[in-house]
């Protein structure tokens, strides 16, 4: 294929942390750096605009209490505390919800927030960044159970009922290397409870932090297309957090998706946190997944400001180097154009009724 006829495909990403690293942020205004391309980090609304990136799964995100109170404990009401509390937790959700509202309002017309492929799709023919609202781990529902439906009428449509640490509504996954992703319990009542009502609201129920049983509970109580946001092949790379051949039959069964993840611990057959690692680690679990899913149920889910990239991939705008390589292995144009964007289009249409 000739490279130089090929038109860069707009990419639509699976899973980001941008929304976290803003909330962390310790500069005076974090939202007004994103929009002028001053925010460092892998993403801001200028590179974005560079690469061809149109958007994906903003998480809003409750980061490990140890890591906020080591590395940005002024984000905490009392540093002599051991955890949040549960007013901290509520707060830490909606400040990022909040964060998400402010890019759209201050960005002039270049940022939004999306609740309908039609959307997303009007974002891509204006050359407008599309948030996808989805939240990582839902331990504030466990606090205020009706901010699901605030959080909802603000645009969330995608959830992960559970992060890695255990919660009200089920064991977290332990992200062990090497491990098998039965690593605890599956969903409790609640954690059922939680998914069967979103499920029915039409949202996308992530099940890339799930451990195995809670992945086939999930699968057991709805009928909606599985989809791991931000996972990879675990027959390249033994780590918890990926998926194993049956998982992945299951999610090919019931018609759903999987986001590959840019992390290297989760590309790399020894699970190290090098970043010393080939662009075609990627290709190889995109490959495997391919093979194992079909066409239609691949795409990116590049983990983006939440993730140790490999080296050759510093942010964004090196998208198009993972995408050449893409040709180079002899992706097609079509097959590069639904592992870009279109895949992601066709589930979430599915999903989103
Ligand atoms: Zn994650």
Not at 128 to 154: C, K, M, N, R, S
Not at 179 to 200: E, F, I, M
Not at 220 to 244: D, F, G, K, M, Y
Not at 295 to 319: I, T
Request: hydrophobic share 40%; with cysteine; proline share 5%.
């Amino acid at each position: 294929m000739n490279t130089a006829t090929m038109t860069p495909p707009m990419i639509f990403d699976g899973h980001n942390d941008l929304l976290t690293r803003l909330w962390l942020s310790s500069a005076a205004d974090p939202v007004h750096d994103f929009i002028h391309g001053t925010l460092p980090g892998h993403l801001d609304l200028q590179r974005c605009q560079q690469a061809g990136w149109l958007g994906g799964l903003f998480s809003i995100f409750l980061p490990p209490y140890g890591y906020v109170k080591n590395n940005h404990p002024d984000k905490l009401t009392n540093p002599e505390n051991t955890d949040f509390t549960p007013q901290e937790i509520v707060d830490i959700y909606c400040a990022q919800l909040q964060l998400a509202h402010a890019l759209q309002a201050e960005s002039n017309g270049q940022i939004q927030i999306c609740t309908s492929v039609a959307q997303i799709i009007h974002c891509q023919k204006n050359n407008q960044l599309a948030i996808v609202l989805h939240v990582e781990g839902a331990e504030f529902l466990a606090i205020q159970p009706e901010l699901l439906d605030t959080f909802y009428a603000a645009g969330l449509r995608s959830i992960g009922p559970l992060w890695n640490r255990k919660s009200l509504f089920g064991d977290g996954l332990n992200a062990a290397f090497p491990h098998s992703p039965d690593t605890g319990s599956g969903l409790t009542d609640a954690g059922k409870d939680l998914v069967v009502t979103c499920a029915k609201k039409g949202m996308l129920i992530d099940v890339s932090h799930m451990n195995e049983r809670a992945f086939w509970d999930t699968l057991e109580i709805t009928n909606q297309p599985i989809v791991a946001t931000h996972s990879n092949a675990h027959a390249l790379c033994p780590q918890a957090r990926n998926l194993t051949d049956p998982q992945l039959s299951a999610i090919k069964e019931r018609g759903g998706m999987v986001g590959v993840n840019f992390d290297v611990a989760f590309l790399r057959a020894d699970g190290q946190r090098n970043i010393q690692t080939a662009l075609d680690v990627i290709i190889d679990h995109l490959a495997y997944l391919l093979e194992h899913l079909g066409d239609d149920h691949v795409g990116f889910g590049s983990d983006f400001d939440g993730c140790l990239l490999p080296e050759s991939l510093s942010d964004v705008r090196d998208m198009d180097k993972l995408l050449a390589r893409m040709q180079q292995r002899n992706f097609s144009e079509a097959l590069i154009n639904q592992i870009a964007s279109e895949n992601w289009f066709r589930v979430l249409e599915k999903i989103w009724h």
